[in-house]
């Protein structure tokens, strides 16, 4: 049974696997290279996605990709390129984000490709009044909507914030569902030429695709207003006060503290890019980094979450170049073939993850299950070392954590033969000698 609870605990979820569910996140719009803060919501869809696989559940995982907005509109101007060949750069590179953090890719929705369907839901906002059209676009009419004067989620401070006043709305909480538009990449529509309104994109995409509550609607703490509950009231005004959600999976923010890196570039302090980060440290360790907290709550990236981050990797790491060798000095064998796991610790790392995604707990199993391996490296034992193996490789698949070693040529091969050979002669100087060569080649810890 899996399980998801709401951080207020007011909602929780247990996933039905009798039917097919259907999880929505909301994507990136494509102006620039993705930050690691921007892939914490897609990591921990990612985890989910894996567990609901590993568990035979029945899914459908969509992701939406804003390719137009004034922002990709601003960086087309500024770079003199059209707006679909800035776009095409970054999804390309988002893309491949998903192969380097070993994420399962999700059916990728782009917002340009469902125009007419946005369209389409607009008409009937305004078909049950519940939208008006002025001289910049079309409005949704949060005064007109029963549900917006009740709603808990609305922020208190909204009847305050004079700044989002527009003299052509009639209301400052009303937002563009059209944004009727002369310049940059435009639409024909039955008000004009123009574009969609961030607000209404995923909820007509969800409504075109899905057309009925979704299972898991996901994105970042800070989308809960206005974008998710904007995309809601939009949907409940059309059906009869349905929900969007049955559950909104929300992830924290990442901060950052002042670290090395910051240090010598101030620019990183703000904006870290996934693509540099996985090319200095690893996508385990930004797994790592973001599993050894809460999902909903904000990380702040310190030295020592990433020195400990590092650290659980090359721990994962050392196991597996053990097992390597010691697997072949008992097999004579390079290709590891043993499929027995220990079920009691598989469960027990499951268990973590089904009580909503809790990967602090699966991280803590995790640990065990390293010390009791090296425990029986340690006592020799190592059939019982590799049958533990066996399970954390099945754990560390459930949590996208990809560990590859570097394989073996004649030359280490030779090494490690001569070693044994010496060993075996009680030539001890000579053994130490070569053992500290394999130790350097990362072929022995
Ligand atoms: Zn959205």
Redesign the pocket.
């Known amino acids: 049974m899996i399980k998801l609870i709401a951080f207020d605990n007011k909602t929780t979820l247990v996933l039905e696997k009798t039917k097919k569910l259907s999880l929505y996140l909301?994507g990136p719009t494509l102006y620039d290279h993705a930050h690691i803060g921007n892939l914490r919501g897609p990591i921990l869809f990612d985890v989910l996605i894996k567990l609901l696989k590993t568990e035979g559940y029945d899914y459908r995982y969509y992701q939406?990709i804003t390719d137009i907005d004034d922002k990709i509109i601003f960086q087309a101007q500024q770079k003199n390129q059209s707006e679909k060949t800035l776009t095409d750069y970054y999804f390309i590179h988002y893309q491949k984000l998903f192969q380097d953090i070993n994420m399962l890719i999700p059916e990728f929705i782009k917002v340009t490709d469902f125009i007419p369907e946005i369209i389409n839901f607009i008409t009937k906002l305004l078909q049950k009044k519940a939208a008006y059209e002025t001289d910049d676009g079309v409005y949704f009419d949060t005064q007109k909507i029963q549900y917006f004067h009740s709603a808990s989620t609305k922020p208190k401070h909204l009847s305050n914030d004079l700044n989002k006043i527009n003299l052509n709305k009639k209301h400052f909480a009303d937002f563009a569902l059209w944004k009727k538009k002369t310049s940059g990449k435009k639409w024909a529509s039955p008000w004009g030429v123009g574009r969609p309104g961030w607000h209404t994109?995923?909820v007509g995409l969800i409504d075109k695709i899905i057309g009925q509550t979704l299972d898991v609607h996901g994105?970042g703490n800070d989308?809960t207003f206005p974008?998710?509950f904007n995309?809601e009231i939009q949907f409940k005004t059309l059906y009869s006060q349905q929900p969007l959600a049955k559950f909104w999976l929300r992830n924290g923010f990442v901060n950052f503290a002042e670290t090395k890196i910051s240090k010598s570039n101030p620019q990183m302090l703000n904006k870290f890019l996934t693509k540099d980060f996985i090319q200095k440290y690893s996508a385990n360790v930004l797994r790592f980094l973001f599993y050894l907290s809460p999902y909903h709550q904000d990380i702040t990236l310190t030295d020592k979450l990433l020195t400990y981050s590092q650290h659980l990797e090359s721990k994962v790491t050392n196991i597996f170049i053990q097992t390597r060798f010691y697997w072949f000095l008992q097999t004579k064998n390079t290709i590891y073939t043993l499929k027995e796991f220990d079920s009691k610790w598989w469960k027990k790392f499951l268990v973590c993850l089904k009580n909503n995604l809790n990967t602090t707990q699966a991280l803590d199993v995790l640990i065990k299950i390293i010390k009791k391996i090296n425990l029986f490296f340690v006592k020799k034992t190592n059939n019982e070392a590799f049958v533990l193996v066996n399970t954390l490789k099945k754990c560390l698949d459930v949590l996208g954590i990809k560990i590859q070693l570097i394989s073996w040529d004649q030359q280490t091969l030779n090494e490690i033969k001569q070693w044994q050979k010496h060993l075996e002669t009680k030539n001890y100087v000579k053994a130490d000698c070569l053992r500290k060569i394999l130790q350097q080649k990362k072929v022995l810890v």
């Open positions: 909301c939406n994109e995923c994105g989308l974008h998710h995309e």
